[in-house]
C-alpha cells in the first residue's frame, strides 16, 4: 500500500495513475520545484503549504539582491512562486503559507508541529511530501521534524496518519554540497528514481528559473533525475549525516546542536 502511493504520487506527468490525495509541506517557495519539477502540474489538487515566508529578518538576503525593504523581498519571493505555479498550470492549487521568517523555523517546532497537525486533520491527505532530515538547511531540518511529529500526534489519537514522502535536496558531502541524492538509509526504505526526460529537464530548468532571487542557490540542483522515497522514521535528537551538517558552516540563524536542543524541548511539550 505504501510502495503503490509513493508510485502514485510520484508518477510523471503524463501517466494515467490516479494522484493521492496530496500536501505539499515545504521551508520555502522553490522547494516546491528542486523536489517535484518535473512533475510538478499533476498537483493541481494538492495543498501547498510553505512554512517560511522566504525572507530572512536580518535582511542580508534581500539587500543583496537590491530591495530596500524586507517586505518587498518578502513579496517577490511570492510572486516567483505564483509565476511557478502559473507556468507548471497549477495556479488554482490551495496554498498556505505559515508567516514564519526564513532561518527561524526551528524556534517555532511546537507551534509548527501543531498548526501542520491542524491542517492534516483538515483536510486529510494520503500523502505528505516534505524534505528529509539531513542538516542542509536548517529550516528543511524543522520541516521534517515538524510533518513526522504532527503525524506521531495523529497516530497517538488513534487516528490515520499520511504517508510521509519525502523529495531530495541537499546536504553536507565528502567534497563539499551534494544535491539531488539522499543520504544512506539505515531502514533500506524504498527509494524511486526517475531519469528526466528532455523535455521534463527543459520543464524543471524553466520553473527554476522562475526564482530569479534564488538563481546561486538553485544553479546546483541537477536537472537530470528526480529522487523520492518513503520517509525513514529518523531521531531527531541525533545530529544528522554522522554530524557532518551544512548549516554549521553557514549563518543561517541556528547550529545543529541548537537545533537538537530545541527539537528535544519541543519533544517534551504535552499533546493537547
Same mark, same amino acid.
Given at each position: 500500500?505504501?510502495?503503490?502511493?509513493?508510485?502514485?504520487?510520484? %508518477?510523471?506527468?503524463?501517466?494515467?495513475?490516479?494522484?493521492?490525495? %496530496?500536501?505539499?509541506?515545504?521551508?520555502?517557495?522553490?522547494?516546491?520545484?528542486?523536489?517535484?519539477?518535473?512533475?510538478?502540474?499533476?498537483?493541481?489538487?494538492?495543498?501547498?503549504?510553505?512554512?517560511?515566508?522566504?525572507?530572512?529578518?536580518?535582511?542580508?538576503d534581500s539587500r543583496a539582491h537590491g530591495f530596500a525593504l524586507l517586505d518587498e523581498y518578502r513579496q517577490a519571493r511570492e510572486r516567483e512562486l505564483t509565476q511557478a505555479l502559473m507556468l507548471a498550470g497549477i495556479e488554482d492549487a490551495g496554498r498556505v503559507r505559515l508567516e514564519i521568517p526564513d532561518q527561524e523555523a526551528s524556534f517555532r517546532l511546537p507551534r509548527l508541529s501543531h498548526e501542520i497537525e491542524r491542517l492534516l486533520v483538515e483536510h486529510r491527505p494520503e500523502v505528505v511530501v516534505t524534505h528529509p532530515y539531513e542538516g542542509g538547511h536548517p529550516d528543511h531540518d524543522a520541516c521534517a521534524f515538524a510533518v513526522h511529529q504532527a503525524a506521531a500526534l495523529l497516530r497517538t489519537r488513534g487516528e490515520t496518519a499520511p504517508l510521509i514522502i519525502e523529495?531530495?535536496?541537499?546536504?553536507?558531502?565528502?567534497?563539499?554540497?551534494?544535491?539531488?541524492?539522499?543520504?544512506?538509509d539505515a531502514e533500506k526504505r524504498y527509494e524511486l528514481t526517475y531519469q528526466l526526460s528532455e523535455e521534463e529537464r527543459s520543464q524543471k530548468g524553466a520553473l527554476l528559473a522562475c526564482f530569479a532571487t534564488q538563481q546561486q542557490t538553485l544553479s546546483g540542483i541537477p536537472l537530470d533525475y528526480e529522487r523520492f522515497r518513503i520517509a525513514p522514521d529518523y531521531d531527531f535528537l541525533q545530529l544528522p549525516n554522522g554530524g557532518s551538517v551544512l548549516y554549521d558552516h553557514f549563518p543561517w540563524g541556528v547550529t545543529s546542536a541548537q537545533f537538537c536542543a530545541m527539537a528535544r524541548e519541543a519533544l517534551e511539550v504535552p499533546c493537547r
Open positions: 500500500m505504501s510502495q503503490d502511493l509513493l508510485e502514485r504520487a510520484t %508518477a510523471p506527468e503524463e501517466s494515467p495513475v490516479s494522484m493521492p490525495r %496530496a500536501m505539499l509541506i515545504f521551508a520555502h517557495p522553490d522547494d516546491e520545484v528542486v523536489a517535484l519539477g518535473a512533475r510538478l502540474g499533476r498537483f493541481f489538487s494538492a495543498l501547498f503549504v510553505h512554512v517560511t515566508d522566504g525572507a530572512p529578518k536580518n535582511e542580508q523529495g531530495a535536496f541537499y546536504h553536507a558531502g565528502s567534497s563539499g554540497v551534494e544535491a539531488g541524492c539522499f543520504l544512506p
